[in-house]
């Protein structure tokens, strides 16, 4: 897979898949430009990318901040003339990601702690995309990659607007927006992961193959549907979950 040159925005950069995407998209020659909220963690990864020989940017933004969304892509545009992938990287589960278990059940967790999980996980990914599609459609150009759980396809009891989140990117945002970007030349692909060991927790949700994906393996579906090699697929969700969509009921 030849990214050569290839300008890839990856958010949630400093951590996880969206680092691991920087480096491999970096290593098949792309330019990145590694986006996080966590400007520590962010300056970190960007520099090892580039210890390692690859072109990197870091630009901080709050997925959450429309105006620091367009500002990472006339960043990537001033630093390096196109954007040819978005990867939508940044996200995780409210509950978890707010500390918020302590409170108890969905009746008791106060509204916030789901307004960050539906902000973050769907109008995190809306916003970058209206914001690239603008750049695309001047270039007539672009994949995007937007990130997708099994939790939006089999619900969740405790992370309620994770879930809802999830699954409005699988299906109404990246449905839309592929038949919107076609007459640009434009792919919208969603990848769905079910456990990825990104975090040694994820090793205890069951998937029919017995395991957790490593996370090498999400990357790899995540480069090829941004590939050439992808050309003729668009509007698809992937669930790339080990088979547990499928066990529901018997586990
Ligand atoms: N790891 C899994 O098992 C798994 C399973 C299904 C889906 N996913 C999805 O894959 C994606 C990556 O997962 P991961 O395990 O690599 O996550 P991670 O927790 O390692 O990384 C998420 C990153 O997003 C950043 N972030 C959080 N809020 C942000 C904001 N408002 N603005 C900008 N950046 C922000 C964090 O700082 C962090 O660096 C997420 O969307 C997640 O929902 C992961």
Request: charged letters at 20%; aromatic letters at 8%.
């Amino acid at each position: 897979m030849d990214f050569e040159n290839k300008t890839v925005i990856i958010t949630g950069g400093a951590s996880g898949l969206g680092f691991l995407s920087g480096k491999c998209f970096s290593k098949e020659g792309a330019n990145i430009v590694l986006v996080d909220i966590n400007k520590d963690a962010l300056d970190e990864k960007v520099n090892e990318i580039k210890a390692a020989g690859g072109k990197a940017i870091s630009v901080v933004a709050d997925v959450r901040n429309y105006e620091q969304v367009c500002n990472v892509r006339d960043t990537a545009v001033k630093e390096f003339s196109s954007i040819d992938v978005m990867i939508n990287c940044a996200g995780g589960a409210e509950m978890r990601m707010l500390d918020a278990y302590h409170y108890g059940e969905f009746k008791d967790v106060p509204i916030d702690v789901f307004d960050w999980g539906i902000d973050v996980n769907l109008k995190g990914q809306f916003y970058f995309d209206h914001a690239v599609l603008k750049q695309m459609a001047k270039q007539n150009s672009g994949v995007i990659i937007n990130i997708g759980s099994i939790t939006g396809e089999e619900g969740c009891a405790s992370n309620v607007a994770y879930s809802t989140a999830k699954s409005g990117v699988m299906n109404g945002l990246t449905k839309s927006l592929a038949l919107y970007g076609a007459k640009y030349n434009v792919r919208v692909c969603c990848v769905s992961p079910g456990p990825v060991l990104t975090r040694p927790g994820m090793a205890g949700m069951n998937t029919l193959l017995g395991r957790a994906a490593d996370p090498q393996e999400i990357v790899d579906l995540i480069m090829y549907l941004a590939s050439d090699k992808a050309a003729f697929i668009t509007g698809i969700n992937v669930l790339a979950d080990g088979g547990r969509n499928i066990m529901r009921g018997k586990n």
